[in-house]
């Protein structure tokens, strides 16, 4: 069933902001996002650069906050895109660094985010890159960061752990400290290459260090529908993951790779691009895979709107 135009927006006033202008004002989404039973702590993890993980951290971010929700992203790549993306400072000031370092509390590095309701960050900054080797002398050095984040977890609905491009102490530090990993795969053979050692990884990490985590999500990131490699990969992940894989793909979009250039997610840069829908609907689907049994919050009516959405091809929503 196809929508106009207006009825098929998500956002009530990002829709209208042309791509390149500053973020003014707060974006809130037209529909509530359901909230979860208890704080969902993801870590965002893939060692292989570039498949999308800071991308899909900080735009899951923003459109569940976008929906009412309370989010925190913690940004614990030293290259510090995702704190870039955010738009919050990062060169100099404390971040997660002096966190795990024991020499600031976690309260005291929480940064608001501008433009988006209840959206924080804690930011990487150039001494994150030394964290591998200083953790290394450090008692207990694997549970630096779950012990910090059990004194402010219950401010939130929803905490995002973004991870570098490896599986060092920062890594395992993440997957000690959440209770959901979320695995960015982009839709090409070495992503399902390597995606064998992350999970050796996490086996590993649930067994000695945290057994309370769990793979609960994968998403197909870069996906290019034309391609018979992008189908075969997404086929294959859809057999070996049914109950993980939101099978929502996540398109190769010029938009979603410029935003970050203008310190903006997708959800504030252009809000109507498919890039941002697709991230939307995904946001949405985690929110409602978590949700409080007695959750009612979301409209049925809404929600199967959302999955209908098509895209023309001058890139207007049908």
């Known amino acids: 069933m196809s929508q106009s135009g207006d009825d098929s927006r998500e956002t009530t006033s990002a829709a209208s902001t042309p791509p390149t202008s500053k973020v003014v004002g707060v ?3 037209k529909e509530a996002m359901a ?3 208890s704080t969902r702590i993801f870590t965002v993890a893939n060692q292989k650069g570039g498949v999308g993980k800071t991308t899909t951290t900080v735009n899951i971010a923003a459109a569940l906050s976008m929906g009412g929700l309370r989010v925190l992203v913690i940004d614990l790549d030293p290259q510090g895109n995702a ?3 955010l738009g919050v400072p990062h060169r100099d000031n404390a971040g997660i660094y002096e966190v795990l370092m024991g020499s600031h509390e976690i309260s005291t590095v929480v940064q ?3 433009g988006f309701p209840a959206l924080d960050c804690i930011s ?3 001494s994150l890159a030394n964290a591998e080797i200083n953790l290394v002398s450090m008692v207990a050095r694997e549970l630096q960061l779950k012990e910090a984040l059990e004194t402010i977890s219950v401010n939130y609905d929803y905490i995002f752990i ?3 491009p490896s599986l060092g102490l920062l890594t395992v530090n993440a997957f000690a400290a959440a ?3 979320l695995i960015p795969i982009q839709a090409e053979y070495y992503a399902l290459e390597g995606l064998s050692q992350l999970l050796e990884t996490y086996a590993v990490v649930k067994k000695r260090l945290n057994p309370s985590i769990n793979l609960s999500t994968i998403l197909l990131t870069m996906f ?5 490699l992008a189908n075969d990969v997404a086929a294959n992940v859809r057999t070996h993951f049914p109950n993980e894989l939101i099978d929502i793909p996540i398109p190769r979009a010029v938009r979603v790779s410029e935003a970050p250039s203008y310190n903006q997610t997708v959800m504030t840069y252009d809000p109507l691009s498919p890039g941002a829908i697709a991230y939307m609907q995904v946001a949405r689907e985690i929110a409602e895979r978590g949700k409080a049994k007695d959750e009612s919050t979301i409209d049925s009516t809404f929600n199967s709107n959302v999955v209908s959405i098509h895209y023309k091809k001058d890139g207007e929503i049908a």
């Open 112 to 114: 608001k985010v501008a």
């Open 224 to 228: 290019d529908g034309r391609t018979r």
């Open 162 to 164: 973004d991870c570098p």
């Open 124 to 126: 990487s900054n150039t």
């Open 27 to 29: 974006r809130r989404l």
């Open 35 to 37: 909230k979860p039973a």
């Open 83 to 85: 704190s870039t993306a």
């Open 179 to 181: 209770k959901e990993l």
